[in-house]
């Protein structure tokens, strides 16, 4: 089955979003599609199975500085990639991760099914506060970019609840949680990891790896790390990653801003600022860590819904231990399985919930055992590309009936 999969992600830059990417393509083609993919290139390729063919998007313009003229060219030239790859590669169906907005309308006009993917809920993504009206027209107009979706995939049950509260037939929507590469992210020697990366053998480490966004609460972890460090003076918060988004873009909060935080705190030598690592590097982090942190929250989906972030399913696979807010997708599974712990965004509960684990090493260590167990019979990236290899087949019998 001959499927073209539309991306403006830069897959030469380490994040989620290349990881999701590349995971999923690369898995379809093992599932027997014949895969076009359509990505921007700043660098060197990612691995990609002999059954994926990647397009680059313009990418003599992706090495000069953004303008308007830029923009539109590349524009132009991915739409014509596009068109061409749809007609002369006989395109049976076209899938399209969110952002991206290139293939609905000539996929349309050639009769193709097309399946968009939706990872998040761009009023969450807002920086001003937002009314309840302003929110709403927000994303009555977002969704109204994709409402003609034959199918669409969702990471999350909470983003899937918001679509069908915003008029969508929840019919058409699968939720396909988002995966981990057992093979990358497993159990190592703490002790080794701890020497590779550089943190003292008695530290005991708590670890976020991420994006840094407003949604991931990273103010809050900051400011827990006085009361956790005054009951346990080894610790330290290892926070991997940077507020630097896609083309350059600077989002909040800022490593800079962080780090006055932690001053204004005094705990400036109880984190360390890591920078983005390479996703080769990210499980030698995660494995010199004891406990893994997830503060995600998004005010737009309601209060019963959830999302599902990448670095959640990396330290279950790690065997850490996870301590995570209720929105996290899988928060119910780990607390139902002891897998982790479940807190409020409050720096009080955050700072006892660490301390409470830093202090039970026996639990910890069940708890570690238990997340590993999830990760390997449930979040696989070869599950995900089953679970949506399935639901493209059955889009495209449905359009050939």
């Known amino acids: 089955m001959r499927l073209l999969y539309t991306s403006d992600a830069d897959l030469s830059r380490p994040s989620a979003e290349r990881t999701h990417v590349t995971e999923i393509v690369n898995g379809l083609a093992a599932e027997g599609f014949s895969v076009h993919l359509t990505a921007l290139m700043k660098g ?24 308007l003229l830029s923009r539109r060219i590349q524009r132009f030239q991915a739409t014509k990639l596009v068109e061409s790859i749809l007609t002369e590669r006989r395109i049976e169906i076209a899938y399209e991760r969110q952002g991206c907005d290139l293939v609905m309308t000539p996929a349309k006009r050639l009769g193709i099914p097309v399946v968009m993917e939706i990872n998040g809920v761009p009023s969450s993504e807002c920086r001003v506060r937002l009314s309840d009206a302003e929110r709403k027209r927000i994303d009555e107009d977002w969704v109204a970019t994709f409402r003609s979706a034959d199918g669409i995939v969702v990471v999350s049950s909470g983003i899937r609840d918001l679509l069908v509260r915003l008029g969508l037939d929840e019919t058409r929507i699968k939720v396909i949680t988002n995966g981990v590469n057992t093979d990358i992210f497993h159990p190592l020697s703490r002790q080794e990891c701890r020497k590779a990366v550089g943190i003292p053998e008695n530290a005991r480490v708590a670890i976020f790896v991420g994006n840094f966004r407003p949604y991931h609460n990273l103010e809050l972890l900051v400011r827990s790390v006085g009361k956790i460090a005054r009951q346990v003076p080894e610790f ?41 690592k390479s996703q080769s590097l990210v499980p030698l982090y995660l494995n010199a860590a004891d406990l893994g942190v997830s503060l995600t929250s998004l005010p ?18 790690c065997g850490l231990a996870v301590v995570c807010t209720m929105a996290t997708e899988i928060a119910t599974e780990l607390k139902s399985k002891k897998a982790g712990i479940i807190v409020e965004l409050d720096v009080n509960q955050i700072a006892d919930s660490v301390v409470w684990l830093l202090s039970n090493d026996r639990q910890v260590e069940k708890m570690g055992e238990a997340a590993l167990s999830i990760a390997r019979t449930k979040l696989t990236w070869q599950t995900k590309s089953r679970e949506t290899g399935a639901f493209l087949r059955d889009l495209i019998l449905d359009a050939q009936t």
């Not at 737009?300 to 696979?317: C, F, L, R, W």
């Open 44 to 67: 060197p390729y990612p691995v990609l199975h002999e059954g994926v063919e990647l397009h680059s998007i313009l990418p003599a313009f992706n090495r000069i500085p953004i303008t």
């Open 300 to 317: 737009a989906v309601s209060q019963t819904s959830s999302v599902n972030p990448i670095k959640t399913g990396e330290y279950m696979a």
């Open 236 to 276: 330290l918060l290892v926070l991997v990653g940077d507020s630097i988004g896609q083309r350059g873009l600077v989002h909040h909060p800022t490593i800079d801003y962080l780090k006055r935080i932690a001053r204004e705190n005094n705990v400036q030598s109880n984190i360390w600022f890591v920078g983005r």
